[in-house]
């Protein structure tokens, strides 16, 4: 079945930098796009960015262009997002998901708290 396992999440300062990586296993991973979204709390799910099977192609909302990246290594099975600059607005439970939206499916989170 499909797994999806972030990891990388933490405290940050904000103007600070934090690497999420999502390990995926149970698909063909190198053939499917891959996304990031993202739930802060008390709100609902919003997509952050994706990424096409051979990175020729990325999107990312609009509130993140320019600070996040999205990469992937097809060789092992991973997506990364690169989060520079980060603000407080930034804090939630950052989750990885199979396609180009939020998913499902989607893995279990991992949480970004940017605060001084």
């Known amino acids: 079945q499909v797994q999806l396992v972030e990891s990388g999440g933490g405290l940050a300062q904000p103007g600070g930098s934090l690497r999420l990586s999502c390990a995926a296993s149970?698909?063909?991973?190198?053939?499917?796009?891959m996304s990031w979204a993202r739930q802060a709390p008390g709100k609902g799910l919003d997509w952050v960015s994706s990424?096409?099977?051979?990175?020729?192609?990325?999107y990312y909302t609009d509130s993140v262009k320019g600070r996040f990246t999205i990469s992937r290594d097809n060789a092992n099975n991973t997506v990364y997002l690169q989060m520079n600059t980060l603000k407080p607005e930034d804090t939630a439970l950052y989750y990885c998901?199979?396609?180009w939206g939020s998913g499902p499916p989607r893995g279990q989170g991992t949480q970004v708290t940017v605060s001084s």
């Open positions: 149970g698909f063909t991973f190198s053939t499917s796009a």
């Open positions: 990424i096409g099977s051979d990175s020729s192609i990325t």
């Open positions: 998901a199979r396609g």
